[in-house]
């Protein structure tokens, strides 16, 4: 084989100066398969003893039938965890395009107890899941009863989380959306579910106040610390 290659296939297998006897059979069973390194006589054996030698096991003849091809990548399959969907007019187009585009699952955050059933509408959707909670920037729409709403819903809506919930210092702080996230903690912990959470100039008052609830599970995203 060394004096007149017909192809490296030994050396794809096993890149050391010499190889196995059971190897330098294959190749003398397999050569005469391989019709385009027939037709490659100008090849010297100098060549392969270099990429032998060198244990780079690269077959120095192009396009080699006999070594075997690179496995094809795998499919996307994102998850879109944090999502409006229940804002747009057609959620099933929007869907069925993101996951042609290889996003196989979105978590709907919704933000207040006015749009939890469009939400659940959305969520009858393939690869599409609800998340209930109330959004601080809407702390002034939230109503005293919505946290009960908001427990009696997860509890007879399939719920993967609770959220959007969270801070929103933008124009100071807020005690009310204090209380309203820490029940929101509390709802998350005792039903054992993660947050979805929006922190924006507030991102050290929500980890005291995750860390005061148990340290839950959370996904959080508007965070804009300078560290």
């Given at each position: 084989?060394?004096?007149?290659?017909?192809?490296?296939f030994?050396?794809?297998?096993?890149?050391?100066?010499?190889?196995?006897?059971?190897?330098?059979?294959?190749?003398?069973?397999?050569?005469?398969?391989?019709?385009?390194?027939r037709?490659r006589?100008?090849?010297?054996?100098?060549?392969?003893?270099?990429?032998?030698?060198?244990?780079?096991?690269?077959?120095?003849?192009?396009?080699?039938?006999?070594?075997?091809?690179?496995?094809?990548?795998?499919?996307?399959?994102?998850?879109?965890?944090?999502?409006?969907?229940?804002?747009?007019?057609?959620?099933?187009?929007?869907?069925?395009?993101?996951?042609?585009?290889?996003?196989?699952?979105?978590?709907?955050a919704?933000?207040t107890?006015?749009?939890?059933a469009?939400?659940?509408?959305?969520?009858?959707?393939?690869?599409?899941?609800?998340?209930?909670?109330?959004?601080?920037?809407?702390?002034?729409?939230?109503q005293?009863?919505?946290?009960?709403a908001?427990?009696?819903?997860?509890?007879?809506?399939?719920?993967?989380?609770?959220?959007?919930?969270?801070?929103?210092?933008?124009?100071?702080?807020?005690?009310?959306?204090?209380?309203?996230?820490a029940?929101?903690?509390?709802?998350?912990?005792?039903?054992?579910l993660?947050?979805?959470?929006?922190?924006?100039?507030?991102?050290?008052?929500?980890?005291?106040?995750?860390?005061r609830?148990?340290?839950?599970?959370?996904i959080?995203h508007s965070?804009?610390?300078?560290?």
């Amino acid at each position: 084989i060394i004096d007149k290659p017909k192809f490296c296939f030994f050396n794809y297998l096993l890149p050391s100066p010499q190889p196995s006897l059971l190897l330098r059979k294959q190749c003398l069973s397999l050569r005469e398969l391989s019709q385009p390194h027939r037709e490659r006589e100008s090849f010297h054996a100098s060549d392969t003893a270099a990429s032998m030698k060198t244990g780079s096991g690269v077959c120095p003849q192009p396009h080699c039938p006999l070594l075997p091809t690179r496995p094809k990548p795998m499919p996307l399959n994102y998850t879109d965890s944090h999502c409006h969907l229940d804002w747009f007019d057609d959620p099933a187009a929007i869907t069925a395009e993101a996951q042609a585009a290889g996003v196989a699952r979105i978590v709907i955050a919704a933000t207040t107890r006015a749009h939890w059933a469009d939400v659940a509408r959305c969520a009858v959707l393939p690869g599409v899941y609800a998340s209930y909670g109330l959004h601080p920037l809407y702390q002034d729409e939230h109503q005293d009863d919505d946290l009960h709403a908001l427990e009696s819903q997860i509890q007879n809506q399939p719920t993967v989380a609770i959220g959007e919930c969270g801070l929103d210092f933008l124009n100071g702080d807020s005690a009310a959306q204090r209380a309203t996230f820490a029940a929101q903690i509390d709802i998350a912990r005792r039903y054992q579910l993660p947050l979805l959470l929006h922190a924006r100039k507030s991102l050290d008052a929500v980890l005291h106040l995750l860390k005061r609830g148990g340290n839950p599970r959370f996904i959080i995203h508007s965070l804009d610390r300078k560290s």
